[in-house]
T-cell receptor, first 116, second 115 residues
Framework: AQKITQTQPGMFVQEKEAVTLDCTYD???????LFWYKQPSSGEMIFLIY??????QNATEGRYSLNFQKARKSANLVISASQLGDSAMYFC?????????????FGSGTKLNVKP | DSGVTQTPKHLITATGQRVTLRCSPR?????VYWYQQSLDQGLQFLIQ???????AKGNILERFSAQQFPDLHSELNLSSLELGDSALYFC??????????????FGPGTRLTVL
């Protein structure tokens, strides 16, 4: 089974509107971490937001928020007030493991296009 | 700028050859991770080192190996290269092994082209 599933290969959003990028994960670990990264066309990977499995509050970082629904194993990224510069690939990722032993899994990504 | 450096930026080589990719983590980061990003397979976790020791292995081929040196920089060695090894190779670092800390910081990547 896929560890991270992103079901939206591509999405369009109007500038200034909000958009939700979907991510579901599969793990039997109790302790894990969920991440979102942005990859613009230039290729670099930019960390956006992190949610720990024990965090009860949804993570927020500026215009980014992570809608964490543990029972449903989903970790959707919400971008509010989209900007043209938000056009990029977005990857959901999960860290599994305990202590110093960790593995990371990435989804296949969602390509977001922000329309003016 | 994430603070993680990778060299070289681009590498073009032939099948059967061996190459070494180098990564310097952010100052103070003890963990280094290697990833392969190819068009058909997305981003694949290869291997993690923490303070010089291998900690976790992902989908790393036997032809590939890595190490982390006492100064914490890391090298990824790819041998007997095949056309399918053409990809963008990322290095990332984090302060700890990743247990309770959030993010990894990615380098700009090395684009490997095997002809």
């Amino acid at each position: 089974a896929q560890k991270i599933t992103q079901t939206q290969p591509g999405m369009f959003v109007q500038e200034k509107e909000a958009v939700t990028l979907d991510c579901t994960y599969d793990t039997s670990d109790q302790s894990y971490g969920l991440f979102w990264y942005k990859q613009p066309s230039s290729g670099e990977m930019i960390f956006l937001i992190y949610q720990g499995s024990y965090d009860e509050q949804n993570a927020t970082e500026g215009r980014y928020s992570l809608n964490f629904q543990k029972a449903r194993k989903s970790a959707n990224l919400v971008i509010s007030a989209s900007q043209l510069g938000d056009s990029a690939m977005y990857f959901c990722a999960m860290r599994e493991g305990l202590g110093n032993f960790n593995k990371f899994y990435f989804g296949s990504g969602t390509k977001l296009n922000v329309k003016p | 700028d994430s603070g993680v450096t990778q060299t070289p930026k681009h590498l073009i080589t032939a099948t059967g050859q061996r190459v070494t990719l180098r990564c310097s983590p952010r100052s103070g980061d003890l963990s280094v991770y290697w990833y392969q990003q190819s068009l058909d397979q997305g981003l694949q976790f290869l291997i993690q080192y923490y303070n010089g020791e291998e900690r976790a292995k992902g989908n790393i081929l036997e032809r590939f190996s890595a190490q982390q040196f006492p100064d914490l920089h890391s090298e990824l060695n790819l041998s007997s290269l095949e056309l399918g090894d053409s990809a963008l190779y990322f290095c990332a670092s984090s302060r700890t092994s990743g247990g309770e800390v959030g993010e990894q910081f990615f380098g700009p990547g090395t684009r490997l082209t095997v002809l």
